[in-house]
């Protein structure tokens, strides 16, 4: 059978887990596409009011990741994590009340957008570290690809669900879906109960699962105790820049960001505003990009196997940060155009696919198990911290160069971000197994 299937119907605390999150993703997938839409629409909105309200929902990322690793690595992760989901529940639930009032305006969907984001963040630096805490170390690899799976089955049927939804309720009112997706992940949470901790038979928390590269850990400073202080706020950063791998996967993802939310946001506004590209279109078109992403996550282990992880990761790349320029090259309207953004995403999507699969995998491996709140928090304030830098530089360029323009200097941007990926330590990254796929951290 196969092992994550295997998980899920053997580990009930996992599948309540996984259940949960597989329906809040597809709730997310909804307010991805109807919050720009009920700033642009509903609020008649400018670009730079659409960039205002997308940097309010990631300026946590940017203002909080590194204190909240640091702060919630020791606190209960299920006392983190409820609280968060329920918080966004009840947040996103405002959205449609606050527009049926007649009292929704710009600034008032951007101060929800941002203790939206401000719970989102707390929930994903200690999620990233509670799986170790469901399952058995030699159970990861099955347990991440079950929920990235459905993360991905999710990122295919959401779009076009989300398109409908919102031609047919409005963007307001579809947001509601998602408010309800939080419940539902609340729930999968307080039904998981974390197993005992690993004793002399089991793997060790240090200990690397198998098909995972071996990239050595990083030391880091004790988490405290009568001999060793408590690290430093700055500790989760350490751990990534001094290792040549998470180092340039780091920059990688941050420059990817950025670039991405300058393009993304420009596109739903030159293809559904300028273009007239039904909603339910453009929504079925960036579905496509799903699609992409579950063939990249099937084929990603065969696919380095063939070249070898650290070429196949930067072939994944050229496809995911190469092919999205087309999306605005090709002269098209109405239904043409959204069969060249279908296809555009399906093929981007692939390398995403696959990019996340040895992102995930490089992380996983070179983290320390006792560090994984800290450092989540770390890379998540790199990460996703340049995206409120990305929304904002979205509406400048938006309303400076037109949303056509704008779209394609994002996608001329995804390109560029492949660079820090060129390097040794990535390229020469053979094998999943084999000790010649590491090198000394810098």
């Given at each position: 059978?196969?092992?994550?299937?295997?998980?899920?119907?053997?580990?009930?605390?996992?599948?309540?887990?996984?259940?949960?999150?597989?329906?809040?993703?597809?709730?997310?997938?909804?307010?991805?596409?109807?919050?720009?839409?009920?700033?642009?629409?509903?609020?008649?909105?400018?670009?730079?009011?659409?960039?205002?309200?997308?940097?309010?929902?990631?300026?946590?990322?940017?203002?909080?990741?590194?204190?909240?690793?640091?702060?919630?690595?020791?606190?209960?992760?299920?006392?983190?994590?409820?609280?968060?989901?329920?918080?966004?529940?009840?947040?996103?639930?405002?959205?449609?009340?606050?527009?049926?009032?007649?009292?929704?305006?710009?600034?008032?969907?951007?101060?929800?957008?941002?203790?939206?984001?401000?719970?989102?963040?707390?929930?994903?630096?200690?999620?990233?570290?509670?799986?170790?805490?469901?399952?058995?170390?030699?159970?990861?690899?099955?347990?991440?690809?079950?929920?990235?799976?459905?993360?991905?089955?999710?990122?295919?049927?959401?779009?076009?669900?989300?398109?409908?939804?919102?031609?047919?309720?409005?963007?307001?009112?579809?947001?509601?879906?998602?408010?309800?997706?939080?419940?539902?992940?609340?729930?999968?949470?307080?039904?998981?109960?974390?197993?005992?901790?690993?004793?002399?038979?089991?793997?060790?928390?240090?200990?690397?699962?198998?098909?995972?590269?071996?990239?050595?850990?990083?030391?880091?400073?004790?988490?405290?105790?009568?001999?060793?202080?408590?690290?430093?706020?700055?500790?989760?950063?350490?751990?990534?820049?001094?290792?040549?791998?998470?180092?340039?996967?780091?920059?990688?993802?941050?420059?990817?960001?950025?670039?991405?939310?300058?393009?993304?946001?420009?596109?739903?506004?030159?293809?559904?505003?300028?273009?007239?590209?039904?909603?339910?279109?453009?929504?079925?078109?960036?579905?496509?990009?799903?699609?992409?992403?579950?063939?990249?996550?099937?084929?990603?282990?065969?696919?380095s196997e063939r070249l070898g992880l650290g070429r196949a990761f930067i072939a994944s790349l050229a496809l995911s940060c190469g092919i999205p320029v087309l999306a605005v090259l090709v002269p098209a309207h109405g239904l043409a155009l959204g069969a060249i953004l279908a296809a555009v995403m399906l093929v981007s999507g692939i390398g995403l696919g696959n990019a996340n699969v040895y992102s995930l995998t490089l992380r996983?491996?070179?983290?320390?198990?006792?560090?994984?709140?800290?450092?989540?928090?770390?890379?998540t304030q790199v990460m996703y911290g340049s995206i409120p830098l990305g929304g904002a530089l979205a509406g400048v360029l938006g309303e400076s160069l037109g949303t056509r323009r704008a779209t394609a200097a994002g996608a001329v941007l995804l390109a560029c971000s492949i660079l820090p990926m060129l390097t040794r330590h990535i390229r020469t990254l053979t094998s999943a197994t084999h000790p010649a796929a590491t090198h000394?951290?810098?």
């Amino acid at each position: 059978m196969d092992p994550s299937l295997r998980l899920l119907r053997s580990h009930p605390s996992f599948r309540w887990y996984w259940v949960g999150q597989s329906i809040s993703s597809a709730g997310s997938q909804v307010t991805a596409l109807a919050l720009p839409l009920v700033t642009a629409l509903a609020l008649h909105g400018s670009p730079r009011d659409v960039g205002f309200v997308a940097t309010a929902a990631m300026a946590p990322y940017l203002l909080f990741s590194l204190l909240a690793g640091h702060y919630l690595e020791a606190r209960p992760k299920r006392a983190v994590m409820i609280p968060a989901d329920l918080a966004q529940a009840l947040l996103l639930g405002a959205i449609p009340v606050a527009w049926w009032a007649g009292s929704l305006s710009v600034p008032l969907l951007a101060g929800i957008a941002f203790l939206c984001g401000t719970a989102a963040l707390c929930f994903g630096v200690v999620g990233f570290s509670y799986v170790p805490d469901l399952v058995a170390t030699d159970d990861l690899p099955a347990a991440n690809r079950a929920i990235q799976g459905s993360r991905t089955v999710t990122e295919v049927a959401g779009p076009g669900l989300a398109g409908l939804l919102v031609g047919a309720l409005g963007a307001p009112v579809a947001i509601l879906v998602d408010a309800v997706s939080y419940l539902a992940s609340a729930v999968g949470v307080a039904a998981a109960h974390p197993r005992h901790r690993p004793g002399p038979d089991e793997s060790t928390p240090g200990s690397t699962p198998e098909s995972t590269p071996e990239v050595a850990p990083q030391a880091t400073p004790d988490a405290g105790t009568d001999d060793h202080p408590r690290p430093s706020v700055l500790a989760g950063l350490r751990v990534l820049f001094t290792n040549p791998h998470l180092r340039a996967l780091t920059i990688h993802a941050a420059l990817y960001n950025l670039a991405s939310e300058i393009f993304t946001l420009n596109l739903v506004l030159w293809a559904v505003q300028e273009q007239h590209l039904p909603t339910a279109t453009y929504g079925l078109a960036m579905g496509a990009g799903g699609i992409g992403g579950l063939i990249g996550t099937l084929t990603a282990l065969r696919l380095s196997e063939r070249l070898g992880l650290g070429r196949a990761f930067i072939a994944s790349l050229a496809l995911s940060c190469g092919i999205p320029v087309l999306a605005v090259l090709v002269p098209a309207h109405g239904l043409a155009l959204g069969a060249i953004l279908a296809a555009v995403m399906l093929v981007s999507g692939i390398g995403l696919g696959n990019a996340n699969v040895y992102s995930l995998t490089l992380r996983q491996a070179a983290i320390p198990r006792d560090q994984l709140t800290r450092s989540a928090g770390a890379y998540t304030q790199v990460m996703y911290g340049s995206i409120p830098l990305g929304g904002a530089l979205a509406g400048v360029l938006g309303e400076s160069l037109g949303t056509r323009r704008a779209t394609a200097a994002g996608a001329v941007l995804l390109a560029c971000s492949i660079l820090p990926m060129l390097t040794r330590h990535i390229r020469t990254l053979t094998s999943a197994t084999h000790p010649a796929a590491t090198h000394p951290a810098a």
